[in-house]
Structure formats: structure tokens, C-alpha cells
């Protein structure tokens, strides 16, 4: 498929379209946060403490009196920031431990995949709790522990993409030529692996900004005052009964990034890999 | 399916739990610090402390430490948690039974109204019904669950206090405790008033545990519905004269069903994930809330038990699904 068939597809795509949208408008709101929010997130103002939503604050104000629609903005940074990081922590070594176990095979690929099954055998946010718990809660150590988490699944894919590569004419036929398998590796089978990776890769964003806000929300993510979406829904909680906007308008923009991410992820997975398109 | 091949997966599943424990093992002992001061606190004199180490074998070399780790868990035995003193075993038992109580709840509302959501948008392919339900379905992947928790609670415990918010049961009502499960305990014990009570305190919380498996349910049952209702059979049912529901839930959903059956299977182990937020939200007694509190207690025996048994459940699980799945399609041979 040629890259204009591609974005003509993808244009197409109304599942991919309302998923690019959700996402640039969060880009938006992450890149100019300091020019459209309403007030400093951070600067604390006790006189107007959990104030419901109104003309001058419209989000309402938390505990501190901090203005809530300024914090859900730059939290939009952060949580952008968390997505990429986590993503790139994961895909980078889950590619090549793909490459390799799928290249290689035999005792390589036994050695590799029982490691990943290991990994696989936690459920996902346990094992990001545990890392997390070991290196002290920070933002940072989440992005870490998300993406270690994530590594099997790109090893998989990679992996299940590379043994059906490996046994291609075009693939051999380099081969008998005399090219190396770093070469082969490197020019022909990674550029040929890229559509999945793309698809998981966009799908995991979202998955990574879900676990680093629950992460948040259990007091091991980032911590106050970074106005992270978790973390802010952690202190939303226990003003349920008083203000529950301190809880609603965190969360509902956590939904809306993970959503984009989803719709995108699903409309490019239509596009780059037909044989998974769903009805 | 044959034996070896199930002594097999055995073989690989006992494998893997070895590695489990050998990585939770070193992960514990990577935490930075001295364990002994961690749990005495910084005011302990250097005779507590020296006493703790030996006591928690802290002074003996890794390998001696891990070879007595790996025989205590061998015997069931992981260890005493430091909050409570009491074995770990014992207490992980009694919170698994309540995490089992509110993944089953959890599966069953995921089942049925993943699969009446899947079905119908399947049966009304491109209707407002088929777009309404598969965007609810992508909206429920994308669910925040401690987020969709707290807005339960506040509309239906705060704002509308039709519901409990926390808890497995009311104060002042008891069942006996004969399987653990309070629901199952109640029926048993013919106590309606407290067999209500812990259905209405299973409702929030079975609720925000199975939003993300009914709509991974519901998009399944619809692409496979979708691939089952165009299949010859299915057209020559309808031309024999059957009725629409009986050509659907007989001849279609029945051979729709194994793609449902794997994912159900698989879910349960994301349903563990969930129980961690769901638990923490509630407060339900559960193994996924004891784990976070073991953790902020720095509880590490309680810690590594809980994830021991968490990977054991998962492995055993993806083990059950693979041993299901092919003994419910004779069609599928394993591969040995």
C-alpha cells in the first residue's frame, strides 16, 4: 500500500478521524497550556476551597482552591508526556528482543520468550506496582515500570511478524546473496514488521496513560503537587460527597486521550493491517 | 488431547512459576535500604535490629536465603506477615475467597451483557443499535475503572443513597462462614435480609469490575456473530422456517460461542488487574487491596505472597482456557 493510499484510507476512517481529533485536541491543550489556562495550577487560594463549578472557575477549584480546569490542562502535558515515554521504554527493547528470538530462533527464542512469559505471567498493573513500590514512587519510576510491563507484548508481535518474514523468497534471497543478518535485520525485516508495531504502539498510549493514572490514583505515580490526572482523582476521592467535580473532570479527560488513542489505534489497524479488519 | 500433553503444560507452567518466584525474589531484595530498619524504624537499637536479621535469615548469603525461601514456599508456607503476625497463607485465603466473590460477580455481568450487546448489534449490522452498543463497547475499553467506581459511588450511594459504598456486607448482620462467599453463605444459612445486603454491596463494585470485559465481550460476540450469521447453515435454518430467535441463539450464537469462551477466559485475568482499583475503591476485603495496603505497610512477605498467587491464578488460568478450548473444538489439534 502506498503512503497516499494510506492516508486516503485513513481519512476515510471515521473511527480514525474522531480519534486524530480527540488527540490533537489534547496535543493542543498540552502545547499551550500556559497561554489558555485560566490560573496558576499550582498557586493554592484557601478562601475559595472546593468551589463547585461557576463563570470564574469552570471546573470548580479542589482542596487547595487550586483552579481545577488549569491543573486538567497541564495535566494534559504530563499525561502526553507518560503515553510517549512508556511507549518508547517498551517498544524499543520489545523490538529487538523480537527481531532477535524471531531471527535466531532456537535457543535464543526459548531463552527470550520463557523471560517474557515470566513477565506475562503478572497481571499488568501488579507488576507496575511492584516495579514501582521498588524504585520509590515518582513520575519518572511510573513511565519506567509501564513501559517494562509492555515489553512482552512488542517482543510477541515483532516476533510473530519476523518467523513469517524469515521464511519469505525475498528474505532468502538476500540471504544466499551474502547479506548479513544484521542487514537483513535492520533493511529488511524491521521496515516490513513496522504496521504492527504502529498499531500496538498507538493503542498502547492509551494503555500506558490508563496504568500511569491508576498508578497515580493509588499514590505511586506522581506526586502532589504535580497535577497529574491519577494523582488528582486520588485527591478527588476522598471529596466524593463534598465536591465531586474534584474527581469527574480528571477522570473524564483521562477518558477522552485513552478513547482518541483507541478510535486512532482502531482506524489504523483497519488501514495497515487489512487481514485484522473488523466488520 | 493427550496426557503428555497436559503434563507438558504442567511441566512449562511449574517452569515459569520457579522463574516468578526466582524474579520476586530479587526484586524484594533490590528495595534499597536495610529490611531490619525498614520495619523497626530508625529509632531501633543495633541488638533489635541484629536480632531481626537473624531472624528474618537476612545475615545469611542470597543463595542460602533464596534456598530457604523457595522450600517454605514448597510447603505452603509464605511466610509471617510483619502488620499482623499472622501467616500469610491464611490471610491471602480469606481475602482470595472475597476477590473470587467479586471477579465471579463481575464475570457473570460481563457475560450476559457483553454478549446480549454483541448479538444485538450483530443481528441489526450498521443500525443505530449496532453504532450505539460498539461505541459503548470502545467508550468501556477506554474506561478509567477507579474513575467510573468513584462516579458510581457518588450517584448511587452519595447522591442517590440507594446503594452501600463500601464493604461486603451491612454492620450488624452476619452469615456463618461456611464457603467464604457471602452471597453463597447467606442462601445457605436461608438469611434473606443479609443475602440482600451483600447482593446491593456486590452491585457497585461487580458493576465497575466488569465495564472493560463487557465491552472486549461485547466486540467479540459481534464479529463473531457477524462471521457465523452469514455461513450456509444459518441460511438454510431460516429457509426450513425457524424463527429468527431460534436461528440466532441456537444455530448462531452456539458456534459463535468459542472466540467468547477464550476471551471470557482471558478476561479473568484481567479481572485480577481490576480487582486491585476496584478493592481499593470499595474498600472491599480482597486480595488486590491487600496488596496495595502490604505494599504502603512495606509488608514484603505479604507482598511476595499476594503476587506469587496472582501469577499462579493468571498461569493456571491461560492453562484452563487452552485445555477448554480445545476440548470444546474437536476441529483444533494440539500441536505436540
Not at chain 1, 67 to 80: E, H, K, Q, T, Y
Request: hydrophobic share 55%.
Amino acid at each position: 500500500m502506498s503512503k497516499l493510499d494510506m492516508f486516503t484510507d485513513l481519512r476515510k476512517s471515521t473511527s480514525a478521524l474522531t480519534g486524530l481529533v480527540l488527540i490533537c485536541l489534547i496535543v493542543l491543550l498540552a502545547l499551550f497550556g500556559p497561554w489558555i489556562a485560566p490560573a496558576d495550577p499550582l498557586l493554592p487560594s484557601p478562601l475559595i476551597r472546593l468551589q463547585g463549578p461557576s463563570a470564574q472557575h469552570l471546573f470548580g477549584t479542589d482542596s487547595l482552591g487550586r483552579d481545577m480546569l488549569s491543573r486538567v490542562i497541564f495535566g494534559a502535558r504530563i499525561s502526553l508526556m507518560i503515553g510517549i515515554i512508556s511507549v518508547t521504554i517498551s517498544l524499543i527493547p520489545g523490538t529487538i528482543l523480537g527481531l532477535l528470538s524471531g531471527y535466531f530462533g532456537k535457543r535464543i527464542d526459548s531463552i527470550i520468550m520463557r523471560c517474557m512469559d515470566m513477565l506475562l505471567a503478572f497481571p499488568a498493573i501488579l507488576l507496575a506496582i511492584f516495579i514501582t513500590a521498588i524504585l520509590e514512587p515518582s513520575l519518572t519510576n511510573t513511565m519506567v515500570a509501564v513501559g517494562i510491563v509492555y515489553i512482552p507484548h512488542y517482543a510477541r508481535i515483532v516476533r510473530s511478524s519476523v518467523l513469517s518474514l524469515k521464511g519469505m523468497l525475498f528474505v532468502q534471497a538476500i540471504s544466499h546473496l551474502g547479506g548479513g543478518h544484521l542487514r537483513i535485520l535492520l533493511k529488511h525485516i524491521l521496515p516490513n514488521c513496522l504496521p504492527p508495531i504502529i498499531v500496538y504502539a498507538t493503542l498502547g498510549m492509551g494503555t500506558a496513560v490508563l496504568q500511569a493514572a491508576a498508578l497515580g490514583f493509588l499514590g505511586l505515580g506522581a506526586q502532589p503537587p504535580s497535577p497529574e490526572w491519577g494523582a488528582m482523582l486520588s485527591e478527588g476521592r476522598q471529596y466524593i460527597q463534598l465536591a465531586p467535580h474534584v474527581a469527574a473532570f480528571p477522570g473524564a479527560a483521562i477518558l477522552i486521550l485513552v478513547l482518541g488513542f483507541n478510535l486512532f489505534g482502531d482506524g489504523l489497524r483497519d488501514v495497515l493491517d487489512p487481514s485484522l479488519r473488523s466488520q | 488431547m493427550t496426557l503428555g500433553y497436559i503434563s507438558k503444560r504442567l511441566f512449562h507452567l511449574a517452569l515459569i512459576m520457579f522463574g516468578v518466584s526466582v524474579v520476586v525474589f530479587l526484586m524484594l531484595r533490590m528495595i534499597p535500604g536495610d529490611p531490619a530498619q525498614l520495619l523497626l524504624g530508625e529509632f531501633a537499637s543495633p541488638e533489635e535490629l541484629e536480632r531481626l536479621r537473624e531472624q528474618l535469615g537476612l545475615n545469611q548469603s542470597l543463595f542460602t536465603q533464596f534456598w530457604i525461601y523457595i522450600s517454605n514456599i514448597v510447603q505452603g508456607d509464605l511466610g509471617h506477615s510483619v502488620r499482623t503476625n499472622a501467616p500469610v497463607t491464611g490471610e491471602i485465603w480469606v481475602r482470595l475467597i472475597a476477590t473470587l466473590e467479586l471477579s465471579l460477580a463481575a464475570m457473570c455481568i460481563a457475560t450476559v451483557f457483553g454478549i446480549a450487546a454483541g448479538v444485538l448489534s450483530a443481528v441489526k449490522q450498521y443500525s443505530l443499535w449496532d453504532y450505539g452498543a460498539m461505541f459503548m463497547a470502545l467508550v468501556g475499553v477506554s474506561m478509567p475503572i477507579f474513575w467510573l467506581g468513584l462516579m458510581l459511588i457518588y450517584l448511587f450511594a452519595v447522591k442517590y443513597p440507594v446503594l452501600p459504598m463500601m464493604g461486603r456486607i451491612s454492620l450488624g448482620l452476619e452469615v456463618p462462614d461456611v464457603t467464604g462467599l457471602m452471597v453463597v453463605d447467606a442462601v445457605v444459612a436461608g438469611n434473606w435480609q443479609s443475602l440482600v445486603s451483600a447482593l446491593k454491596h456486590l452491585i457497585l463494585p461487580a458493576f465497575t469490575l466488569a465495564t472493560i470485559p463487557m465491552a472486549i465481550v461485547a466486540r467479540i460476540t459481534r464479529s463473531a456473530m457477524l462471521e457465523v450469521l452469514n455461513m450456509d447453515y444459518v441460511r438454510t435454518a431460516r429457509a426450513k422456517g425457524m424463527t429468527e430467535l431460534v436461528v440466532i441463539l441456537r444455530h448462531a450464537l452456539r458456534n459463535a460461542f468459542l472466540p467468547v469462551v477464550t476471551v471470557l477466559g482471558l478476561n479473568l485475568g484481567l479481572l485480577l488487574g481490576g480487582a486491585v482499583l476496584t478493592e481499593t475503591i470499595f474498600s472491599w476485603p480482597g486480595l488486590g487491596r491487600y496488596v496495595v495496603d502490604s505494599l504502603s505497610g512495606r509488608d514484603y512477605a505479604a507482598v511476595q505472597g499476594c503476587i506469587l498467587v496472582f501469577a499462579l491464578l493468571m498461569a493456571a488460568i491461560n492453562l484452563a482456557v487452552d485445555l477448554i478450548y480445545v476440548l470444546l473444538d474437536p476441529r483444533i489439534r494440539v500441536n505436540e
